[in-house]
């Protein structure tokens, strides 16, 4: 609009005409976001729950969190001076960062090794106790891990959450299958969502897995590994899926149409032998997801540890514990795939 100087229209040399915004309907269930969150309120969380059969997101949760209306309708300066200064963050929204996966990752690496034929699941790889090192080049670090088993083959290596198991099948994989293998799971790439997540990541900006030790500890989810929350749902759907990875979706359909995000991100053999190792992580009594076996449902899970530290020396890091669990049978009534972490457990 141009004007003259009394602020009367002269002229319109250009013009659009407004648009009403359209309805949106998403994926989310509000009643499953709001249980998530009341059981998660205070502590410092993120969880994200999908349907891992058609990749509709059913709910996306960060704890702790503040009212977002308050951002719109205006908050005092004490209120937002509180919000930055909580050591809680609620301004932190965790379930977009990258954090350390721990154990939950070793589904992953044994669907690469299984993929690859770098782990025959047959093979037992020996009790070595409760700490092992490759050779004395490593030397004074040790992988550890914290149960005794035999024998030492691949179930039983879930079920007991082996770190040494998981350290040695990294190194059998090899650095170049390893960093291939992820990257073609999504590895520092975009997540195909409506919200921007974290890029994953095997290895610190310019590095390259270039150690023996970093590469075994990459195995069981540690080392310089870190993965966006909803990242590790996509990765977990596939083996829902025969080994196809779901593209997530928030944008609700009547009648949803399931897209791949990674076609043959595993074998179906590879898919379908670690979903039957992770039931038994829930069904058999040793399995560290022992605690949610149901008698009506049956779930496959895998619970992990997460050290947060500068080196192993020290000794005031803290843990980010996870668990990710999803309904093992398609034709289950409402099927979900339920992943949580929980930082300082």
């Not at 080049?137 to 083959?153: A, I």
């Not at 997540?197 to 075994?216: D, I, P, R, W």
Request: hydrophobic share 35%; net charge negative; charged share 20%.
């Amino acid at each position: 609009v141009i004007l003259d100087p009394e602020g009367k229209t002269k002229s319109v040399p250009a013009s659009i005409g407004k648009q009403d915004g359209e309805n949106i309907a998403l994926t989310v269930d509000s009643r499953l976001q709001q249980a998530i969150f009341n059981r998660f309120d205070g502590d410092k969380s993120c969880s994200v729950a999908m349907n891992p059969y058609t990749g509709e997101v059913l709910a996306l949760v960060s704890t702790p969190s503040f009212n977002g209306n308050d951002l719109i309708l205006g908050m005092s300066d004490a209120l937002w001076n509180s919000l930055k200064e909580d050591e809680g963050k609620p301004l932190l929204n965790r379930f977009r960062q990258k954090l350390s996966p721990g154990s939950s990752f070793k589904p992953i690496i044994a669907a690469i090794g299984l993929k690859t034929g770098a782990i025959d699941p047959e093979e037992d790889y020996g009790n070595v106790g409760l700490k092992w090192q490759k050779d004395s080049s490593w030397g004074n670090y040790y992988v550890s891990t914290l149960h005794s088993y035999d024998p030492v083959v691949l179930e039983n290596a879930l079920i007991y959450s082996d770190n040494i198991y998981f350290a040695k099948a990294a190194l059998k994989i090899g650095r170049d299958t390893f960093t291939s293998s992820l990257e073609k799971l999504g590895f520092g790439q975009d997540i195909p969502f409506d919200i921007v997540m974290k890029h994953s990541q095997y290895a610190n900006k310019g590095e390259e897995l270039n150690s023996e030790v970093t590469l075994a500890d990459s195995g069981y989810g540690q080392g310089q590994m870190l993965v966006n929350p909803l990242h590790m749902a996509g990765m977990y759907s596939a083996f829902a899926n025969g080994g196809d990875m779901i593209k997530p979706k928030l944008e609700f359909c009547e009648s949803p149409t399931p897209e791949n995000w990674v076609e043959g991100a595993f074998t179906p053999e590879a898919a379908n032998t670690v979903k039957d190792d992770m039931i038994q992580v829930v069904e058999n009594p040793e399995g560290s997801g022992h605690a949610v076996k149901m008698d009506d449902i049956s779930l496959a899970g895998k619970t992990g540890t997460a050290e947060i530290k500068a080196s192993k020396e020290d000794t005031g890091g803290t843990e980010l514990g996870w668990f990710d669990v999803f309904t093992a049978d398609q034709n289950q009534d409402a099927p979900i795939l339920l992943i949580t972490m929980i930082q300082d457990v």
